[in-house]
């Protein structure tokens, strides 16, 4: 802002005086700094923010106050319609490195130039919920990526699961309404756990792999840093011959997998909203950038033709036993966003941005995709220039001849706004090197129909499950159970356990005696046989767990009288190994400990609960953990860590509390000075102290 703001300031000043003065307020104003001139929209220096321009003071307010007018339709149109799914979700810079070239596959020289980086854009979502819905419901998370290549905007619109619902496009506004709020009630928010779902996915058989996934702890990650991508399709790349090659994206975090525990999951969303886009903003702040794998599956025609299914089916995966992966690059993420709204919110995706060298397939749901989400931007953003939007715009060179529309940025010049034309010099024309779709030879008869080669709905689904550990074939099954003991209807429950017949006989009891079916249903008849097919352990959560404590998060409770030299030594000892503490006290103004001086808290124990850390150190004198022992965050600190299989350190101070949380302890719970016991202990959950605790399907 150029315009001088001396006297306005003063003036602006005055006013506040004169407002607070008035409400005997107290004035603290932060000092110095060279503040420029609020003013409206116009570039008119605004006097008075603090009152609205009145007939009198005690008098009506004056519809001649333009500058009222003008901020509060501002404000009532800040808004814009959020995303019919996908709503709620946390936008990230960051870049892409190449590390090996596909340049035998495509011309894409975003796969073929080794080293170079790519500026991009992340944002993760999930998928049932609104915008200002909860992080941490069971739900598949979206990962969409906009790289902003030499050759044009690349969006690959994936999810962290890499098989969808649903094999054809017509069937997503039937899926979506299905699992939304039920319409009549407007409820439940953010959650599949409810009649119309379950109505919808029991009559819709080809959705049963998805099921297991979303069932599996997939669905309740412990951070954003620590999910998987899929494009799910496959697309295709095109080379310089004009051959193509079928390929399947994946991400890989560098972090590994890791999940939360259901009860866990829930009691986060009471205490921390915002949990996963908090965590994701705390490591980018620290310097702790999130970091994935980029790999491909490559195959051909030919060997498509072998799988044991069809991979244009999008409820079907690849094994990587089948496919083996090949890294081929890197993703890191390293900036957050300057305005929520200007690009987390405004950041439009479409599967159908591709740059030259990749290409779709016809899957069917994809080719559903390349229209909705054009559409869905028009109607979000509303205006064809959605494009200009800075967190959208390309940062390659691009002009062509579409003009003006609502919300036109640009200014074009010259009278020429056609192509072909023999009256402009430099004008953009077509280019050889452009867009070619891949040669395919269609043929055959149209009509409303799926391939025979899409009938087999249950293989995959069994296979995923029989891939699990135990433990995770518990929570699938104990997660089946939960979601349809929240389903009113017996026959949709039914339905269900029907269904499971066919995944696995040992999932269908389990979960029809944990939800009291007095009988087994008949299996329904399946269009195609099931096939037996091989365990996938890539397939696992805790198979993909690392082995470390690098993006882990160490709560240690503290109170009055707590021995500075165990808290020290614990902190130490765990900073070597790259998690991060936070130290818990009951009042936030700190703790007076065995040295006599006051030390900072982190947190307040009754907002910040053992949830939020992967593990927890209890550091109390006796006689401070007399005190906690009537405190029932204490006791839920404690008692809940240890429900969520997390490693718990506790000295001797604190077993009056173990006691109170009637903890029988394990090889997970262990004395403060055992710092490598704890460490250990701490890098992963203790999943075997899950049947003494919890009745799991
Ligand atoms: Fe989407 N999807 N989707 N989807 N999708 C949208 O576009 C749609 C599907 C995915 O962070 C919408 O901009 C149809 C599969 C992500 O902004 C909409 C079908 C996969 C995001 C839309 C699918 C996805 C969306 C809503 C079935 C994984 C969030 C707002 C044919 C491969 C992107 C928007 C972001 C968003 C349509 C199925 C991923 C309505 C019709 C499969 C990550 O256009």
Known sequence: MSIENSKNSKIHSDSIENTLTAAGGELHQVAGGEHPSLTTNQGLAISDNQNSLKANAKGPVLLEDFILREKITHFDHERIPERIVHARGTGVHGYFELTASLQKYTTAKILTEVGTKTPLFTRISTVAGGSGSVD????????????????????LVGNNIPVFFIQDAIKFPDLIHAVKMEPDRGFPQSATAHDTFWDFISLTPESMHMVMWIMSDRTIPRSLRMIEGFGVHSFRLINENGDSTFVKFHWRPKLGLQS??????????????????????????????????????LFTQAEADQFPFDHLDPTKLIPEELVPL???????????????????????????????????????????????????????????????????APKCPFANHQRDGHMQMDQPTGRVAYEPNSLSKDSPRESPKGFHSAAVNESGDKGRVRPESFADHYSQARQFFISQTTYEQAHIASALVFELSKVDHLHIRVAMVAHLLHISKDLASRVARGLGLAEMPAAPKAAAEVQEMPPSPALQTIGKMKDTLQGRSIGILIADGSDITAVNSLKKAITKTGASI?????????????????????????????????????????????????????IDFIRDAFGHLKAIAIDNGGQVLLAKAGIIADKGVVNVAETEAFITAAKTRQFDREKSIRTLA
Not at 360 to 386: A, E, H, I, K, V
Not at 588 to 595: F, R, W
């Open 136 to 155: 941490t419901p069971r739900d598949v998370r979206g990962f969409a990526i906009k790289f902003y290549t030499q050759e044009g905007n690349w969006d």
């Open 260 to 297: 939360t525990v259901w009860d866990e999951a829930v009691k986060i969303a009471g205490a921390d909203q915002d949990f996963l886009r908090r965590e994701m903003f705390e490591a980018i702040e620290a310097g702790d950038f999130p970091e994935w794998e980029f790999a491909v599956q």
């Open 326 to 392: 090949k890294v081929i690059g890197r993703m890191v993420l390293d900036r957050w966003p300057n305005n929520f709204f200007s690009e987390t919110e405004q950041v439009a995706f479409c599967p159908s941005h591709v740059v030259p060298g990749i290409d779709f397939t016809n899957d069917p749901l994809l080719q559903g995709r390349l229209f909705s989400y054009l559409d869905t931007q028009l109607s979000r953003l509303g205006s064809p220039n959605f494009n200009q939007i800075p967190i959208n």
């Open 582 to 634: 936070k130290v818990i006290g009951p009042k936030i103004g700190g703790a007076k400990l065995s040295d006599g001086a006051i030390h900072a808290v982190d947190g307040q124990l009754a907002g910040t609960p053992s949830v939020l850390f992967d593990a927890v150190a209890i550091v109390l004198s006796s006689e401070g953990a007399k005190t906690l022992s009537t405190e029932s965050a204490a």
